[in-house]
């Protein structure tokens, strides 16, 4: 299958590690350019020699960029990216999570905080990539969510309203840039093993009164499938959606939780 990725131009944001790592070498596998964008500069530059040594041909650019800062690290953070690999065709938003805790356990601060990165965070940084994405012919951005959008609950109360507003975001930038030719569409995954799987793991252990092994078999045996998300997971869906095979799909979030989600997506 033609994917007609190769030598495309990607922004990847939180690329340093988890899901946004793994869906930058998938991209790369396919011949894709590189912006890696992150608080984590060690690791984006441990990630662009791994993937130069790897892929000889390929171009990357490592942007250093805190999303809670605002339009002010934003905007010279797109501008970095542009210069150093001269456009956009894909921007994948992966940067962001949320506080894991319930509602008196979350102060304000924490609110603020990763709210900046997203919902608030992906709107401007596909604000400021929009004039370059709309010189692509093949433009796509693809958002990463979760599944908490749909289904509230559990023991992260900020999760719910964080993805919706990115679900919802999605769908309100799929119907404007359509008539640009522009895709926007979403991924959800379920609880994945990457960091914040200990945290919930931990938490699950302590709101059940359950060892550590016990809360692990648990939140296993809620996924139909048998086995929890790897980033890897993730990258597979965010390739295709990149690709010309995906260019009627937009406006969509696609769950990839095994699935977990107990409602109709």
Known sequence: MDLALQGRIAFVTGA?????????????????????????????????????????????????????RGTAAIKPAVEAGIKALGGVDILVNCAGGAYRGRLDEIPDESWER????????????????????????????????????????????????????????????????GPLGITVNAICPG???????????????????????????????????GRVVVPADIAGLTVFLASRQAAMITGTAINVDGGRTRGIP
């Not at 984006?44 to 790897?54: D, G, H, V, Y």
């Not at 900046?116 to 929009?130: D, F, S, Y």
Request: with cysteine; proline share 5%.
């Open 16 to 68: 340093s590690r988890g899901i946004g790592r793994a869906i930058s070498l998938a991209l790369a596998a396919e011949g894709v350019h590189l912006g890696l964008f992150g608080r984590d500069i060690a690791r984006c530059e441990t990630l662009a020699a791994e993937l130069r040594s790897q892929y000889p041909d390929l171009r990357t650019c490592v942007v250093p960029l805190d999303l809670e």
């Open 114 to 177: 990763y709210f900046a990165v997203k919902p608030l965070g992906l709107i401007r940084m596909t604000r400021e990539a929009l004039p370059y994405l709309k010189q692509s012919k093949q433009a796509r951005i693809i958002n990463i969510s979760g599944t908490r959008g749909r289904e509230p609950g559990g023991p992260s109360v900020m999760s719910g309203p964080i993805n919706l507003g990115t679900l919802s975001i999605t769908k309100a930038l799929a119907n404007e840039f």
């Open 191 to 225: 609880s994945t093993d990457t960091g914040r799987w200990t945290e919930l793991v931990n938490i699950t252990a302590r709101d059940r009164g359950v060892s550590i092994e016990e809360a692990t078999r648990h939140l296993v045996r809620e996924v139909p499938l």
